[in-house]
């Protein structure tokens, strides 16, 4: 039972373009959402988050939707650079429970 | 250093035997988490540990897998008879426990099971 999906495992962008990274999940209990990026043999790294309460976060080029009634959240990169390229996982949380749940990732490769 | 240790970092085994792996969490940090990343796949759940509170082992594939924490900070995820399809790279990360989600990382133990 996949909670978090990232149905697209793969992105591929020009630089300087915008890249958007999609996340669907199925729980309506999950009310904080979270971005990790991952670069090859490192552990991931917390990227952006957002509560339920809202419909968007934005930190600088990285910007996070998020869609409550499609149970849907994006995460958008303008402009997009080469060092952004790597794996981008959403994930998930219900309440004080602090357990996350993943998603299978996407991986993004940004062109120069 | 300051961030969360694993070792070891590469593990090559027989099938049938059984692996330790060790997380050394941030300092601080009350709550603790293993999840695992096989290949090609996202990263999956395994066990959670808050504080003095019972571990969330839901995750936890087979009663092949356990794990423990002691004196609230170090912890051991034990793998017994170990299976081919146990191989993956098994991730440990802690917090500072509550609600904001932000979880720090280790570098991961790649595990081989030959």
């Known amino acids: 039972d996949q909670q978090v999906k990232q149905n697209s495992p793969s992105l591929s962008v020009q630089e300087g373009r915008i890249s958007i990274l999609n996340c669907d999940y199925t729980n309506s209990m999950f009310d904080y959402f979270l971005w990790y990026k991952k670069y090859p043999a490192e552990g991931p790294t917390f990227l952006i988050s957002?509560?339920?309460?809202?419909d968007k976060n934005e930190d600088g080029r990285f910007t996070v939707f998020l869609n409550k009634s499609a149970k849907h959240l994006s995460l958008h990169i303008v402009p997009s650079q080469p060092g952004d390229s790597a794996v981008y996982f959403c994930?998930?949380?219900?309440?004080?429970?602090?357990?996350?749940?993943f998603g299978q990732g996407t991986t993004l490769q940004v062109k120069p | 250093g300051a961030g969360v240790s694993q070792s070891p970092s590469n593990k090559v085994t027989e099938k049938g035997k059984d692996v330790e792996l060790r997380c050394d969490p941030i300092s601080g940090h009350t709550a603790l988490y293993w999840y695992r990343q096989s290949l090609g796949q996202g990263l999956e759940f395994l066990i959670y540990?808050?504080?003095?509170?019972?571990?969330?082992k839901s995750g936890l594939p087979s009663d092949r897998f356990s794990a423990e924490r002691t004196g609230g900070s170090v912890s051991t995820l034990t793998i017994q008879r170990t299976q081919q399809e146990d191989s993956a790279v098994y991730l440990c990360?802690?917090?500072?426990?509550?609600?904001?989600?932000?979880?720090?990382f280790g570098e991961g133990s790649r595990l081989t099971v030959l």
């Open positions: 990360a802690s917090s500072l426990g509550g609600t904001t989600g932000e979880l720090f």
């Open positions: 994930a998930a949380m219900r309440g004080n429970t602090g357990k996350l749940i």
């Open positions: 957002i509560s339920s309460i809202k």
């Open positions: 540990f808050q504080g003095n509170s019972a571990p969330d």
